[in-house]
């Protein structure tokens, strides 16, 4: 393959893309091996299988740069062999937890420093000539396993496609393992060829910003990200909750036990619904002393739901369509009435009542929106206005089992889905994939001393258990 020159990564973009997020989701993947391993020959795997990836998916082997001709837009340009995909570290000798020590204690994410072991400490680029690749991995060996990082751009990507990425990259270490591999693209083609449904809007549709107060058309061109998406104070901590528990949630979540909806109570809440508002009232009390109302009465609190738009496009694509389809559905509570009076049923509501405006038609409308801008850098979601702060953000990735991945005989399959200590995004609260007896981990962040906070919260632990 080294040979012959990679096919191009796609060229054309959809509304979406053009003004996605400028930084990279960070995932950690846990894989146990046998402890006399030949590091070398893992290593061969997992790089040989992630140029067959490239191979398959070119964007994968991509960079994002400048594209003059639209203002704020990044294109795609394959970088060659000028950034290394994969890098290996071998901390063997210096880290402090054995393979199986992490996998008794569910891997805690304290003990995956983004310093040391992911390719990007955050989210955003921190130097203005820093390059841009969509994909990027790490392989950290440590005794008795390998824990791999993998970064994806977020503009080109959500979380179903860092779940097709990550798939790719499996299939071809089974290949590099000298399995025979039926790419899925090719048993499902449209996985690929329906993005040609969703470049533009349909025209018929003249949304308006005021219909969609979840994004903001900003006056200016920012520079960067705000700075409170930078700071080095937020961390993140993995919480279980069993079938029992969130069984029991949901009933202590049914609209009837609502106090103070003020809209009408919806008819009914989801599982999601009741995770969500519980971890963003817990977030708000632990970042937000109620001595501190006193000093603003009228202070809201937002919380951004991401929603898959893939089928609220027309017509629907397929629902594993490569690409960033994600966009944020806002739920705003008076942060008085959140930290002192709101309980359970109210918090789920709210949400149920964001999410159930994402109906048909919205990709179409954000399409529309984003196509009357004049620089493609100044659209912003209203909740990165103050987050992580009165605002928070929340997304699902209970759909993509990433854990059932078969990586072949040399590697097996990853043990979790984790992350850096400090999170993938300020303020983002993440449902993990189901877990095989049913129940769901979450991943709960905060600034400062808000985790301790949370750890002592009542309500909260009465369901949650500390990973």
């Known amino acids: 393959m080294g040979s012959v020159a990679r096919p191009a990564p796609f060229v054309d973009l959809t509304p979406i893309e053009k003004t996605g997020p400028k930084g990279w989701l960070r995932y950690i993947y846990p894989f146990a091996l046998p402890d006399n391993y030949d590091i070398e020959h893992v290593a061969r795997i997992f790089r040989a299988g992630f140029e067959g990836a490239r191979w398959r998916m070119p964007i994968m082997g991509s960079e994002a740069v400048p594209c003059p001709s639209f203002p704020g837009m990044l294109k795609l340009q394959d970088y060659g062999d000028e950034i290394e995909a994969v890098k290996v570290k071998d901390l063997r000798g210096e880290y402090p937890y054995t393979f199986a020590e992490l996998e008794a204690k569910h891997f805690p994410v304290s003990a ?77 083609p449209a996985i690929l060829d329906d993005r040609s449904r969703a470049m533009k809007s349909s025209g018929k549709n003249p949304a308006k910003w005021e219909d969609h107060p979840e994004y903001v058309e900003l006056p200016f061109v920012p520079e960067s990200a705000p700075p409170k998406l930078y700071a080095r104070n937020h961390r993140s901590q993995i919480f279980y909750f069993s079938p029992e528990k969130l069984a029991q949630l949901k009933a202590e979540c049914n609209p009837s036990n609502a106090t103070s909806v003020t809209a009408e109570k919806p008819k009914f809440i989801s599982t999601n619904d009741a995770l969500t508002g519980l971890v963003w ?16 009465m009228d202070r809201k609190s937002t919380m951004a739901v991401s929603v898959d738009t893939r089928m609220r496009t027309e017509p629907p694509v ?150």
């Not at 690749?133 to 959500?158: A, M």
């Not at 529309?368 to 801008?373: C, D, F, P, R, V």
């Not at 605002?391 to 889905?417: E, F, H, R, S």
């Not at 850096?420 to 709960?444: C, F, K, R, W, Y």
């Open 281 to 296: 009232q817990t977030v708000m009390k632990a970042q937000h002393p109620k001595e501190e109302l006193d000093h603003r």
């Open 318 to 467: 397929h629902p594993l369509t490569i690409g960033n389809f994600y966009v944020v559905v806002n739920s705003q509570m008076d942060m008085r009435n959140i930290i002192t009076t709101a309980n359970p049923a109210d918090m789920a509501c709210a949400v149920r009542h964001a999410v159930s405006r994402a109906k048909k038609g919205l990709y179409d409308d954000m399409c529309s929106l984003i196509e009357k801008l004049d620089h493609y850098g100044k659209m912003a979601p209203s909740a990165f206005l103050d987050l992580p702060g009165d605002n928070i953000t929340q997304t699902t990735w209970v759909d993509y089992p990433l854990c059932d991945l078969n990586w072949g005989k040399d590697i097996g399959c990853m043990k979790a889905v984790r992350h850096p200590a400090n999170g993938v995004l300020h303020g983002l609260q993440i449902v993990m994939p189901t877990l095989p007896d049913g129940g769901l981990e979450v991943s709960v962040g905060a600034i400062d001393d808000g985790l301790e906070k949370i750890l002592r919260d009542e309500t909260f632990m009465k369901f949650a258990e500390a990973r």
């Open 112 to 188: 995956f420093d983004p310093e040391v072991m992911s390719r990007k400490y955050g989210v955003w680029p921190e130097r203005a000539d820093e390059r841009l690749p969509i994909v990027i991995g790490q392989l950290n060996f440590i005794k008795g396993g390998v824990i791999v990082n993998f970064c994806s751009f977020h503009s080109y990507s959500d979380g179903n496609t860092c779940y097709m990425w990550t798939r790719t990259w499996a299939e071809e270490c089974r290949r590099a393992s000298g399995e025979d591999v039926i790419p899925f693209e090719v048993k499902e």
